[in-house]
């Protein structure tokens, strides 16, 4: 899977020099054990995202698997009705180690590798069914017995501003 990250006008990250291409998956050989593991490399390459006022870093790989049940606040997607009307979306996303997200980014245009077009989460109450946007909720790293780092583990949360 691939989607695009948002990073936020004023992100420490977000600077005129930050330049990364297609991100992907390399066999490399570890130093201290000298197994051959799989490390992400990434070099996305970054554009402006003229209606949030950030920075997009397309195509960044991913795997995201949507919270059914038994997850956050017991249903991980569902609406809630109340005072306050809440539309209820929560993804787990592993991200490669090098992929640069923080809690101030969005994720949006979740899609797959073999369908670049077609995004998998979409608002279907807006016309044209734009991509989801989600807000990232916490990025927990994951490490290896080695104390190498191997992924980022990410809660996604469905963005309460859609389509724009």
Same mark, same amino acid.
């Given at each position: 899977?691939?989607?695009?990250?948002?990073?936020?006008?004023?992100?420490?990250?977000?600077?005129?020099?930050? !330049?990364?291409?297609?991100?992907?998956?390399?066999?490399?050989?570890?130093?201290?054990?000298?197994?051959?593991?799989?490390?992400?490399?990434?070099?996305?390459?970054?554009? @402006?995202?003229?209606?949030?006022?950030?920075?997009?870093?397309?195509?960044?790989?991913?795997?995201?698997?949507?919270?059914?049940?038994?997850?956050?606040?017991?249903?991980?997607? !569902?609406?809630?009705?109340?005072?306050?009307?809440?539309?209820?979306?929560?993804?787990?996303? !592993?991200?490669?180690?090098?992929?640069?997200?923080?809690?101030?980014?969005?994720? !949006?245009?979740?899609?797959?590798?073999?369908?670049?077009?077609?995004?998998?989460?979409?608002?279907?109450?807006?016309?044209?069914?734009?991509?989801?946007?989600?807000? @990232?909720?916490?990025?927990?790293?994951?490490?290896?017995?080695?104390?190498?780092?191997?992924?980022?583990?990410?809660?996604?949360?469905?963005?309460?501003?859609?389509?724009?």
């Amino acid at each position: 899977m691939v989607c695009d990250v948002i990073k936020p006008a004023g992100a420490p990250e977000n600077n005129n020099n930050l !330049t990364v291409g297609d991100s992907s998956w390399e066999y490399q050989q570890d130093a201290d054990s000298g197994a051959i593991v799989k490390r992400w490399v990434d070099n996305s390459v970054t554009s @402006v995202n003229e209606q949030r006022g950030g920075l997009i870093m397309p195509n960044v790989e991913l795997m995201a698997r949507g919270v059914i049940d038994g997850g956050i606040r017991v249903a991980g997607t !569902t609406e809630r009705f109340g005072n306050q009307y809440v539309n209820v979306d929560f993804v787990k996303a !592993t991200f490669g180690a090098g992929t640069s997200i923080t809690k101030r980014d969005q994720v !949006t245009n979740i899609r797959s590798k073999r369908d670049l077009g077609v995004a998998v989460w979409r608002e279907e109450e807006i016309s044209g069914f734009p991509p989801t946007t989600f807000n @990232v909720m916490g990025v927990t790293p994951v490490f290896d017995p080695f104390s190498n780092l191997v992924e980022y583990a990410v809660l996604l949360e469905r963005s309460e501003v859609q389509g724009g």
